[in-house]
């Protein structure tokens, strides 16, 4: 399943059950090649970034911390649909490598101290130097609101910025018209129908070692 398969299918991605839903956990729409982010920009940006295939400098800032989300309501959570303000109008469905994204989560640090870095292990010098940063944030239901688990955020940093750009960004889509529509459903409280038009995410495998390096086996 290529780039533009993804972009146009929903149906070959699942759902984990609820019963399935770790309390942190990554969830995507991917396949074995790609596995996509959303990001929410200004025009002028996400116009650049769709002639180009990728983000373009400028008006794209290559020196800023960029954070990219797997989870679309989580991205809808902080664009509010695409209407919270002129730097979030637009929203893009971005399809990254799968080496990129793992190549992210082997080089990150998390933004905060996890119980599961012994004392002393010098977290902060970590923090500061690692070239992406994870954090951990509610999921959010169709209504926006916080559930009882949470997804992934990556920011990318420093050298993660740059090869982002330049090499793990394989295809970039226009999701504004998704989330507008979605809004408008629910808005009206439509919201079995709001549901059945989500990308269908599914768990995202990663090793123990990650697992604990990102600190997922975490309870609440």
């Known amino acids: 399943m290529n780039a533009e398969k993804i972009t146009s299918s929903n149906t070959e991605c699942e759902v984990s059950s609820g019963s399935e839903t770790h309390f942190r956990q990554i969830r995507a729409v991917y396949d074995d090649?790609?596995?996509?982010?959303?990001?929410?920009?200004?025009?002028?940006?996400?116009?650049?970034?769709?002639?180009?295939?990728?983000?373009?400098?400028?008006?794209?800032?290559?020196?800023?911390?960029?954070?990219?989300k797997p989870s679309f309501?989580?991205?809808m959570y902080r664009c509010g649909?695409?209407?919270?303000?002129?730097?979030?109008?637009?929203?893009?469905?971005?399809?990254?490598?799968?080496?990129?994204?793992?190549?992210?989560?082997?080089?990150?640090?998390?933004?905060?101290?996890?119980?599961?870095?012994?004392a002393?292990?010098?977290?902060?010098?970590?923090?500061?130097?690692?070239?992406?940063?994870?954090?951990?944030?509610?999921?959010?239901?169709?209504?926006?609101?916080?559930?009882?688990?949470?997804?992934?955020?990556?920011?990318?940093?420093?050298?993660?910025?740059?090869?982002?750009?330049?090499?793990?960004?394989k295809n970039i889509s226009d999701v504004t018209d998704l989330a507008h529509s979605l809004c408008e459903l629910v808005e009206r409280g439509a919201f079995a129908h709001a549901e059945?038009?989500?990308p269908l995410e599914r768990p995202y495998p990663v090793s123990r070692a990650l697992e604990m390096k990102l600190g997922m086996p975490d309870k609440p």
């Open 73 to 75: 309501l989580w991205m």
């Open 120 to 169: 002393g292990s010098g977290w902060e010098a970590q923090k500061m130097s690692a070239p992406v940063r994870i954090q951990w944030d509610p999921e959010r239901d169709i209504q926006l609101r916080p559930l009882a688990y949470r997804s992934i955020q990556i920011g990318l940093g420093k050298e993660a910025v740059s090869l982002y750009v330049n090499e793990w960004i």
């Open 196 to 198: 059945s038009l989500l």
């Open 33 to 68: 090649e790609v596995i996509r982010v959303y990001q929410a920009y200004s025009n002028a940006i996400a116009a650049a970034a769709l002639r180009k295939g990728t983000l373009v400098s400028p008006p794209f800032k290559l020196d800023r911390m960029t954070w990219i």
């Open 81 to 118: 649909w695409g209407y919270k303000d002129l730097n979030q109008e637009r929203v893009l469905a971005i399809d990254i490598s799968r080496s990129g994204f793992e190549w992210a989560l082997e080089h990150s640090c998390l933004s905060y101290h996890s119980s599961k870095l012994e």
